[in-house]
Nanobody, 122 residues
Framework: QVQLVESGGGLVQAGGSLRLSCAVS????????MGWFRQAAGKEREFVAA????????YYADSVKGRFTISRDNTKNTVYLQMNSLKPEDTAVYYC???????????????WGQGTQVTVSS
């Protein structure tokens, strides 16, 4: 099993920044990709960004390209999501996830954190 614990959510004004963290423990060797997803009220969960543990290859949803940056610290088994130029439409619960192989479909990710709320006020 893989355990994921997110932190760093909160309330921020539009144009502001937040950094989310995801601490990973357990059978990390069974995964090679970490991802961030988000789910706004009444909407389906959507892909935000992903990164590979080994090469650090990154992938982004078009809606966050140029504003969000995903990174990882292999020594701490932690993945980050730096969110800049936040917009009210970024308001959602943000989830960290892990799997083997890249996929933007949340159905394909077996391991999930509990989520952290991000609220962007206008």
């Amino acid at each position: 099993q893989v355990q994921l614990v997110e932190s760093g959510g909160g309330l921020v004004q539009a144009g502001g920044s937040l950094r989310l963290s995801c601490a990973v423990s357990g059978s990390i060797f069974s995964t090679n990709v970490m991802g961030w997803f988000r789910q706004a009220a009444g909407k389906e969960r959507e892909f935000v960004a992903a990164i590979t543990w080994s090469g650090g290859n990154t992938y982004y949803a078009d809606s966050v390209k140029g504003r969000f940056t995903i990174s990882r610290d292999n020594t701490k088994n932690t993945v980050y999501l730096q969110m800049n130029s936040l917009k009210p439409e970024d308001t959602a619960v943000y989830y960290c996830a892990a799997r083997y192989g890249v996929s933007s479909d949340f159905h394909n990710w077996p391991y999930w954190g509990q989520g952290t709320q991000v609220t962007v006020s206008s």
